[in-house]
């Protein structure tokens, strides 16, 4: 079984096992340097060769063949389903008593705290947003026609905090659709809550929606202008310089999804240097992780993009980030110098920070795109030691 998204190329050498590449190249009527170009991704073979390359390997010509993953059957009990039908209103019934402020509040967080430190989040989270998501739901329904203002406003607010979180869980797991909705409905919480750093909370998550959904230059002008209500809001001086910090990333961000390199690096020299200088390592207003650290690792982000690889890991070599409150910034870091050994075509380097990566967070390795690329790159690229390792890798996270 190999996955879904696993290449043609890769597909075959998977296929090919122990065989030598100058055996079945000869066995088939191809040069061994075509069949190591169509395996690297440099070639697509001819269906008359595809044909013969399956009959020789054993396997249906359709195994051979990249394939996207079948559409999810909606009664298909995945967490992912779950949660969404209870965002569209299937829990507790209405006539139930709603959990009160005070627990939603603590599971909220404690769902959180797991989403931002556990390697095994994914899993974790699988188990708790369901019936979370459902409750939360039923008691802001009950929330909004209370008579109790401070406990309604108690609900709204953890409300607004678990939709957040839900659209960063719904998007890494590839439901933009749903994460969509889950930043509207935190955007919603917290205006019903009358909470402004609530608000701009939202509005940070809605700009990481139009990040993933393609939309860089709406993510930018929606993080600009909630950054100015932000600079203009009632609220501590360290919520403020955090969450405006945190707005200018998205729009750092936005500018560098557009390739707008120099306007990306002055945005983040000039806004969210200084605001970082104002929050302490270690702060996690709004669930952001906004601090020096962060703009430090956006900084090698904006490099490894632009394809200035030693620039990137001299930033990197200057990067600490123990004291960061998440492990999804950490593997994002790791993650990137990874693709920054890889640009420089050294593969040891990239194996070894992979491997890094899966002891840190296995699930996160597993889920996202750029390390299975990366781990692919490996297998086709490396030497036979290398590559070797890179096999057993691509075994244990699903892509083989």
Not at 125 to 132: H, Q, S
Not at 190 to 214: K, M, S, T
Not at 301 to 328: F, K, Q, R, W, Y
Request: hydrophobic share 45%; with cysteine.
């Amino acid at each position: 079984m190999v996955a879904a998204d696993l290449p043609i190329g890769d597909r075959i050498r998977h296929y090919r096992g122990g065989r030598r590449q100058d055996t079945v190249a000869g066995l088939v009527g191809i040069s061994p340097d075509y069949l190591s170009q169509i395996e690297r991704g440099v070639r697509m073979p001819s269906l008359p060769i595809l044909y013969a390359l399956a009959q020789e390997l054993g396997v249906p010509a359709a195994a051979l063949l990249t394939e996207q993953a079948p559409a999810e059957d909606g009664l298909v009990d995945t967490a992912e389903a779950a949660v969404g039908r209870a965002l569209v209103g299937y829990g507790p019934a209405r006539s139930a008593e709603p959990v009160a402020a005070a627990a939603l509040r603590d599971r909220v967080e404690a769902a959180w705290q797991s989403w931002q430190t556990s390697g095994t989040r994914f899993t974790e989270a699988a188990d708790t947003l369901p019936i979370l998501v459902a409750d939360v739901e039923h008691a802001a329904r009950a929330a909004r026609t209370s008579t109790d203002s401070a406990e309604r406003r108690a609900v709204l607010r953890a409300a607004a905090d678990l939709y957040c979180l839900l659209r960063s869980y719904l998007r890494r797991t590839g439901r933009v659709d749903l994460a969509t909705l889950a930043a509207d409905r935190a955007m919603r919480a917290a205006e019903d809550a009358d909470d402004p750093l609530r608000i701009a909370a939202a509005q940070w998550n809605l700009g990481h929606v139009l990040l993933a959904a393609g939309q860089p230059a709406e993510a930018e002008d929606l993080a600009l202008r909630a950054a100015e209500q932000v600079a203009a809001a009632r609220i501590p001086e360290l919520e403020r310089a955090a969450m405006g910090g945190a707005l200018q990333l998205v729009a750092v961000v936005g500018e560098a999804r557009r390739r707008r390199w120099w306007e990306a690096r002055e945005r983040l020299r000039e806004h969210a240097a200084p605001a970082a200088r104002q929050v302490p390592d270690g702060t996690n207003v709004g669930f952001t992780v906004f601090g020096p650290t962060n703009v430090a690792l956006h900084a090698l982000s904006i490099d490894m993009e632009a394809g200035e690889t030693g620039e990137a890991l001299n930033t990197a070599d200057a990067i600490d980030t123990s004291g960061l409150p998440s492990l999804e910034r950490e593997f994002t870091f790791g993650l990137e110098v990874a693709a920054c050994h890889s640009q420089r075509r050294d593969d040891a380097a990239v194996l070894l920070a992979l491997l890094g990566l899966e002891t840190l967070a296995p699930e996160d390795l597993a889920r996202t795109p750029l390390a299975r690329q990366l781990v692919l790159t490996v297998i086709r690229r490396a030497r036979a030691m290398h590559a070797r390792q890179a096999e057993k890798l691509a075994e244990r996270i699903g892509l083989v």
